[in-house]
Structure formats: structure tokens, C-alpha cells
């Protein structure tokens, strides 16, 4: 799916719950312009959210959002930023090759 993070949250709001996922993986760029208006579209419908950044700012503004994480806690789903970041940095620094 792809829209505009900049439109009103109801156009977003309307994309997600016509597309009908359950998981929302952000691979737009860069994440610190998307992640925080995607995250809480996700949360507001109910759907689990995952990205693939390394920025440690994101983690800490969302585990600092008590609000946020009730909210997606008593909807069972999960906010998972940085999904992947470790795990190729434990590639890269094992030397192992990692191919698609």
C-alpha cells in the first residue's frame, strides 16, 4: 500500500482498514519522518507495527509512550521498531554472507 504520511490521519486510517492487515511493515524512508504518524495509525486500528530502522531515538520515544503502549497492549498488538538491525549487525560481525 502506499500513501502520503503527511495526509490527514483518516485517509491513512481508511487505506489500513481497506487493505485489511494485521501487520504493518514500514519500509518507507527515513523512518524518522514515518515512523511516529504510521505507528499511531497502526495503533488506532488495531494493527501490529514493524520497521527496520536503527535509530535508537525511535525506540526511546516509543517505550517512553505509556499512552501508546496501553493502548496497543489492551488491543494485542505489538509495536516492534528496529526488527532487523540487530540481527544483521550480528551478521556482519560474525562474517557470515547473507543472501536474498
Given at each position: 500500500m502506499i500513501f502520503n504520511v503527511?495526509?490527514?490521519n483518516k485517509n491513512i486510517d481508511k487505506v489500513l482498514i481497506e487493505s485489511?492487515?494485521?501487520v504493518f511493515v514500514n519500509c518507507?524512508?527515513?523512518?524518522?519522518k514515518t515512523y511516529r504518524v504510521l505507528v499511531e495509525a497502526c495503533v488506532r486500528?488495531?494493527?501490529?507495527?514493524?520497521?527496520?530502522t536503527g535509530d535508537f531515538n525511535e525506540?526511546?520515544?516509543?517505550?517512553?509512550?505509556?499512552?501508546?503502549n496501553r493502548?496497543?497492549?489492551n488491543k494485542n498488538i505489538s509495536i516492534v521498531p528496529v526488527t532487523f538491525f540487530h540481527f544483521f549487525q550480528n551478521l556482519h560481525q560474525r562474517d557470515?554472507?547473507?543472501h536474498v
Amino acid at each position: 500500500m502506499i500513501f502520503n504520511v503527511s495526509e490527514d490521519n483518516k485517509n491513512i486510517d481508511k487505506v489500513l482498514i481497506e487493505s485489511d492487515v494485521r501487520v504493518f511493515v514500514n519500509c518507507a524512508g527515513p523512518l524518522f519522518k514515518t515512523y511516529r504518524v504510521l505507528v499511531e495509525a497502526c495503533v488506532r486500528n488495531g494493527i501490529s507495527y514493524i520497521d527496520f530502522t536503527g535509530d535508537f531515538n525511535e525506540i526511546e520515544d516509543l517505550m517512553s509512550d505509556e499512552e501508546l503502549n496501553r493502548v496497543a497492549k489492551n488491543k494485542n498488538i505489538s509495536i516492534v521498531p528496529v526488527t532487523f538491525f540487530h540481527f544483521f549487525q550480528n551478521l556482519h560481525q560474525r562474517d557470515v554472507e547473507f543472501h536474498v
